[in-house]
């Protein structure tokens, strides 16, 4: 039987292996390999933009996050119930306060130590009952936003994909979104409105465009691609009447939104 500083090694080394190594690392290839091709085409239209001093956009933003959830799940995959069965036995006496500290006491220092920690610190013998509520409460009001944001989305997508086919709703809706930006542009600053102007707006350019397009909305600030509560506030005139595009256009027009074409 082991004992001792040989044991604490043992334990936390056996959290290592991992059920899912193979398809972790085909994940993590598909993940950067997205990553540089979408870096690539961001890369051609800011320098079709014609001012190579310029800021570089925002690479593929989306990688860190999708590396971060490849990296739980192939963690979900580590053998951990004995390590946490050990460390619960032996800091079953302890207060509950004292019960991580201690474990990270006899852990080894270093990457093996603080990998088996993680594992740890969020169980039932370890977690603060109070930082625990809290931390299910944030997570139902966030699981919440995101079964309402997948809603809002999907309705969204069908409303486009309804308008793409109504006469003239795909040139209303670019035309409405490219004099939005246009005005934006005018009332900033000069250095910050020569800028802006070097980056065209995003429009919408189909049915094949439409879900990359709801993606790549901005949420509360004006930049390349629209903020989406403007895309929200033309389909919800869309919606309400009932997807005639000419009540459409006189509903904005009356709103000062869009401008009146003199034929």
Not at 81 to 101: G, N, V, Y
Not at 106 to 125: C, K, Y
Not at 168 to 185: P, S
Not at 205 to 227: A, I, K, N, Q, Y
Request: positive net charge.
């Amino acid at each position: 039987m082991i004992h001792s500083d040989e044991k604490v090694r043992q334990m936390a080394r056996s959290l290592l292996p991992s059920k899912n190594r193979e398809a972790a690392r085909a994940a993590k290839a598909r993940i950067h390999r997205s990553a540089r091709q979408e870096a690539r085409q961001e890369l051609t239209v800011w320098m079709k933009a014609g001012d190579v001093e310029d800021d570089l956009p925002s690479f593929a933003p989306w990688e860190r996050k999708a590396i971060s959830m490849e990296v739980r799940w192939r963690r979900d995959g580590d053998k951990v119930m004995p390590f946490i069965r050990w460390a619960t036995a032996r800091t079953r006496e302890l207060r509950r306060e004292d019960r991580l500290s201690h474990v990270r006491s006899l852990l080894p220092r270093g990457v093996i130590g603080e990998h088996a920690l993680g594992h740890v610190e969020h169980t039932t013998a370890f977690e603060d009952p109070i930082e625990k509520a809290w931390r299910n409460r944030y997570w139902r009001r966030s699981e919440q936003h995101r079964k309402t944001h997948q809603m809002e989305r999907g309705e969204m997508a069908q409303l486009l994909r309804t308008l793409l086919d109504a006469p003239e709703g795909h040139a209303t809706l670019n035309r409405f979104l490219r004099e939005r930006y246009t005005r934006k542009v005018n009332e900033q600053a000069p250095a910050n409105r020569e800028r802006a102007e070097r980056l065209p707006h995003r429009p919408l350019l189909g049915v094949h465009d439409v879900l990359p397009f709801l993606d790549s909305l901005e949420p509360d600030r004006w930049g390349t691609p629209p903020p989406r509560f403007m895309v929200r506030l033309f389909l919800q005139r869309f919606k309400e009447h009932r997807g005639h595009i000419p009540s459409v256009r006189a509903a904005l027009e009356a709103e000062g939104l869009l401008s009146r074409l003199h034929c």
